[in-house]
């Protein structure tokens, strides 16, 4: 009997998982769910309330729902590098034939994940464009080469989609009894940032709820409200997506189901440019690696002499700078208030 594996990363949902459908589709297989705690990569960035929601918050809330019929099996990875070593223990242990995983598009895990095909020369591994609505390279100039400029990506990537929506896939249908016992799942005892479990969505049913609300209730008047730290404009759902709650296909999905114009620029086309926009930085990380390193997309702004001053850093971050609508702002993306949404 095959032995497929699931490595779970920022797609911790059961509806529309590109890799976790097709793990699923023999239905004599043994599935095993993987996921690996890293909380080093991803404790240090901008947003607070992305990643280090994993571990252990979000973690015993999405990880339980993959018991139903299914193995899920959650490891300590400590550091990221050791991600490698860790998956590839793994499949050894547990005598995987097929590995099946989401792409990440960040310049350290593709490499990551490159290293670990190597390794493990004897199993079938099978990557997936999951985690946006049209795969990097797909949406180019008709020189071939990556856009560089958002607004011609954007009126070529809407082209694409009229051409055809990419589709949800359904969740799998339960096992008829797990296929091994799985041990209990580790306690993930690390620094963690506090959050409002009633403004971050932690679990699916919460999230696509919330989507259809914000889909029927606000995404018409997205554009008028979004810049506006007072009022509640936003979706709130880039945590969701950050962390693969939701897809960006449910998001696409939902949006042209309340506001079929969006398409065309009627209601809804202002936060649909937005999930564009995501679609826009993944494509470019791929195409341009410099991106993931620190680098600036434009050379010259390298130069640009920044002033390194703590106190001046530590008082933007807090909204005490003096500015009312720069304070405001950061005010707004502050526990309990809200969350740094980017795109959404």
């Known amino acids: ?18 890799a976790l459908a097709a793990a699923c589709r ?14 080093g990569s991803g404790v240090n960035i901008t947003w607070r309330h992305g990643r280090p929601l994993l571990s252990p918050a979000i973690y015993r809330v999405c990880m339980p729902r993959w018991r139903n019929g299914h193995t899920a099996v959650g490891r300590r990875g400590g550091r990221f590098y050791r991600q490698r070593r860790t998956a590839g223990d793994f499949c050894q242990q547990h005598q995987v034939s097929h590995l099946f995983y989401n792409y990440q598009y960040e310049f350290n895990e593709r490499q990551r994940d490159a290293a670990v095909e190597n390794t493990l020369r004897d199993v079938i591994c099978q990557g997936f464009d999951d985690s946006v609505l049209l795969p990097p390279g797909s949406v180019l100039t008709g020189g071939g080469e990556m856009y560089k400029v958002f607004t011609p990506f954007k009126n070529a990537f809407i082209r694409r989609l009229r051409d055809g929506l990419p589709a949800c896939v359904a969740a799998p249908k339960p096992r008829q009894a797990p296929a091994c016992q799985a041990p209990p799942l580790p306690e993930l005892n690390y620094p963690q940032t506090p ?22 209730q606000a995404a018409a008047d997205y554009e008028g409200q979004r810049d506006f730290p007072a009022v509640e404009g936003t979706s709130r759902l880039s945590p969701c997506l950050a962390i693969g709650v939701l897809s960006p296909r449910q998001c696409l999905h939902r949006l042209l189901t309340e506001h079929p ?45 920044w002033r390194a001053e703590e106190a001046a850093l530590q008082a933007w971050q807090r909204g005490e700078t003096g500015f009312p609508i720069v304070d405001a702002a950061m005010r707004s993306l502050t526990p309990p208030a809200g969350c740094i949404t980017g795109y959404a």
């Open 195 to 216: 959050f409002d479990g009633l403004l971050f969505a932690a679990d699916e049913k919460t999230a696509l709820a919330r989507l259809r609300a914000f889909c029927q």
């Open 26 to 39: 023999d239905p004599q297989a043994q599935v095993l769910a993987l996921y690996i705690a890293t909380p």
């Open 261 to 305: 114009a969006a398409l065309d620029g009627g209601a809804g086309a202002t936060w649909l440019n937005e999930l564009i926009w995501r679609e826009f930085y993944r494509h470019l990380m791929v195409y341009y690696p410099k991106l993931c390193k620190g680098r600036p997309f434009t050379a010259w702004t390298d130069k640009v002499a």
């Open 1 to 18: 009997m095959a032995t497929h594996l699931v490595w779970l990363r920022t797609d911790l949902r059961i509806h529309d998982n590109l």
